[in-house]
């Protein structure tokens, strides 16, 4: 089994500040995804990635996988109170796998 | 669509008690997955099936059992609940194998004590 190790575990920041969660393995993905998770609910899918290098934006989330599909980084602009919640990183383990294994998460708190 | 429900929203059991998680979901996806999430311990899959008559183990399968009759319905059966069985727990599903997006129900709170 994989183990997808992401940091930091907590993170508190005020409203407009910028940051950066990262989601690293010594296994190589063949697609890594990111989730978010609110208090209450099941985690909702924000982008996968599949090709080493690719940048994907969403808003003010950038999401960039690593050259080695090894690791992968969640940086937000301007981070708002709407941003609070846990984050995911997961990944299937390779060709043909049907498991996905997830992180620990990053636990984002913006203050308004 | 309801996409992937799950029932009961909370429950208490006592040590030893049995019970079922109940998933469904209207998408008409082949794969669907139960998973546990302890606090600070992320997701752990529990069990997993491909289609309607096949299941396979995940990494936390101890305790549990699961049967998929039909391509909706995915439950989850707990035997004689241990208070390590104390988490949430989600199920899933989704249209594909690799790449593609999992749908989560809202879960299922359950303490064992």
């Known amino acids: 089994t994989q183990l997808l190790e992401q940091s930091p575990q907590f993170l508190s920041i005020q409203e407009g500040e910028n940051l950066t969660v990262y989601c690293n393995s010594s296994s190589v993905f063949s697609s890594l995804q990111w989730y978010r998770q609110e208090p209450g609910e099941g985690p909702v899918l924000l982008v996968t990635?599949?090709?080493?290098?690719e940048v994907k934006k969403l808003k003010r989330l950038t999401f960039q996988f690593g050259d080695a599909r090894k690791d992968s980084s969640l940086h937000i602009t301007a981070a708002q109170p709407g941003d609070t919640g846990l984050y995911l990183c997961a990944a299937y383990s390779g060709a043909g796998s049907y498991q996905l294994t997830f992180g620990k998460g990053t636990k984002l708190s913006v203050i308004p | 669509n309801a996409g992937v429900t799950q029932t009961p929203k909370f429950r208490i059991l006592k040590i030893g008690q049995s019970m079922t998680l109940q998933c469904t979901q209207d998408m008409n996806h082949n794969y669907m997955y139960w998973y546990r999430q302890d606090p600070g311990m992320g997701l752990k899959l529990i069990y997993y099936?491909?289609?309607?008559?096949?299941?396979d183990k995940g990494e936390v399968p101890n305790g549990y059992n699961v049967s998929r009759s039909t391509t909706e319905d995915f439950p989850l059966r707990l035997e004689l609940a241990a208070p390590s069985q104390t988490s949430v727990y989600f199920c899933a599903s989704t249209r594909g194998a690799r790449s593609y997006e999992q749908y989560f129900g809202p879960g299922t709170r359950l303490t064992v004590t």
């Open positions: 099936s491909v289609g309607a008559g096949i299941t």
């Open positions: 990635v599949v090709t080493g290098g």
